[in-house]
């Protein structure tokens, strides 16, 4: 079982990194617990998962694609799975920063050269990218994009 307070940490994390970004999207969200926590915290969020049953907040039943019109100053995943790759590409897309912390990578790379490998796909369409790390037990690095 993941860590209870990942959702709240991650939501910290995001508003002090992040302060002027209001409209967030949060991608691969599940129930929409990191929406939860970051509309708690004066954000405007929407949840983009497949899964039927979510929590009561801003929600769009469907994966995100590359077409969707955007409407974000922020993109993020918080172990969004097979996601990861799509949040940075969205991102590239849009010029918008993200955030994300990778689970499992979406084609069996281990986890670590997963890390190196969301990296360098980041810094090759142009983005300054810092990685730090949440006080959170398991997968805890944090990759951030931000465009110079």
């Not at 172990?79 to 897309?93: C, N």
């Not at 190196?116 to 006080?135: N, Q, Y």
Request: aromatic share 8%; charged share 25%.
């Amino acid at each position: 079982m993941g860590d209870l307070q990942r959702f709240e940490r991650f939501a910290d994390f995001l508003v002090r990194e992040f302060p002027s970004e209001t409209r967030i999207w949060d991608i691969a969200g599940g129930m929409g617990k990191l929406n939860e926590a970051l509309t708690a915290r004066g954000r405007d969020v929407l949840t983009f998962d497949a899964r039927a049953k979510h929590l009561p907040v801003q929600f769009a039943e469907r994966l995100l694609t590359l077409g969707e019109p955007c409407a974000a100053d922020l993109i993020v995943g918080l172990h969004p799975d097979g996601a990861t790759r799509i949040i940075v590409e969205y991102a590239t897309r849009h010029r918008l920063p993200f955030a994300v912390i990778p689970c499992c990578s979406d084609n069996s790379m281990p986890y670590k050269p997963w890390l190196r490998h969301i990296g360098e796909i980041a810094r090759e369409a142009g983005f300054t990218v810092s990685e730090s790390e949440l006080k959170i037990s398991g997968r805890c690095r944090v990759i951030v994009g931000r465009f110079v």
